[in-house]
């Protein structure tokens, strides 16, 4: 964890301090942590082949946190590997946890319950990224494609293709989104092709960001700005013309997931 306020009001220069992890635990022993999501009461890890919630009491208490529960993603019997769980997003309003895998798959689970309510199809390699605005669920892909669905619907209703478009493509990274968010007006995504912003509607590139990265794995909207990460040496804050307001160095050579936390600010 790294000072949010810092990182969005940065002043002149950063401290070295708000350089600093403040806080670390091992979630499993040589087990990698896809992705996160935060809730009131669960810090929330996608892992490989399950989803595990730990309460933030016992992370505020301990340095060795005791897990509080598991959720095991649907494998074939006759499946080699576990998928990794690459996204994880909430619904708050319906407590719904949606689940973004590595077999193409985006899976819904009550979050009290934990039980599997729903399993979409329509992408055709990985799942890397989710992100949810009332009924509208997006999904970006290893398959190069944006896929907006309406959540009343069984099926996708729109998808964009943003390798296919000049000004963000970027062959010598390839056609993979790696991430996507949604505003009431915007959308935006990131991967091999630059990141950059999308008006909603119209589904028309606004911004192509000009970034010194290999890869968007991580971007989000906060307030009117944009934050977002990669295969780049910094965590940038933009705003929607493209300009940089803050460029955090990291010490990971690629930031995969971020999330943030308002009281206390923390990112």
């Not at 708000?18 to 935060?38: I, L, P």
């Not at 996608?46 to 060795?64: A, H, L, P, R, Y």
């Not at 119209?202 to 944009?226: E, K, P, Q, S």
């Not at 050579?253 to 999330?259: G, K, L, M, R």
Request: aromatic share 8%.
């Amino acid at each position: 964890m790294s000072c949010l306020q810092k990182t969005l009001s940065p002043g002149d220069n950063l401290s070295s301090s708000s350089k600093q992890v403040e806080y670390h635990f091992t979630a499993k022993q040589d087990v990698q942590v896809c992705s996160m999501v935060t809730t009131e009461k669960f810090l929330i890890t996608g892992m490989v082949g399950e989803i595990v919630g730990w309460n933030w009491k016992s992370i505020k208490s301990s340095t060795n946190p005791r897990l509080d529960w598991e959720i095991q993603i649907p494998t074939p019997k006759d499946a080699l590997e576990k998928p990794d769980v690459n996204s994880l997003i909430f619904d708050k309003t319906k407590g719904l946890l949606y689940a973004g895998c590595g077999d193409d798959k985006i899976y819904v689970f009550n979050l009290e319950s934990r039980q599997l309510l729903r399993t979409m199809e329509g992408h055709e390699d990985f799942v890397h990224c989710l992100h949810n605005l009332g009924n509208i669920l997006a999904s970006a892909s290893e398959d190069g494609l944006v896929k907006l669905w309406d959540l009343r619907q069984k099926e996708p209703t729109k998808s964009i293709q943003p390798h296919l478009k000049q000004e963000v493509a970027r062959p010598a990274l390839g056609k993979w989104v790696g991430t996507v968010a949604l505003s009431e007006d915007w959308l935006l995504c990131g991967g091999g092709p630059r990141l950059s912003l999308w008006h909603l509607r119209t589904l028309d590139v606004t911004t192509a960001f000009n970034l010194d990265d290999n890869g968007i794995h991580v971007a989000m909207f906060y307030d009117d700005r944009v934050m977002a990460g990669g295969a780049s040496p910094h965590f940038y804050h933009l705003n929607y013309s493209g300009d940089v307001y803050a460029q955090v160095p990291s010490s990971s050579t690629t930031i995969y997931s971020a999330v943030y936390q308002e009281l206390p600010h923390k990112v």
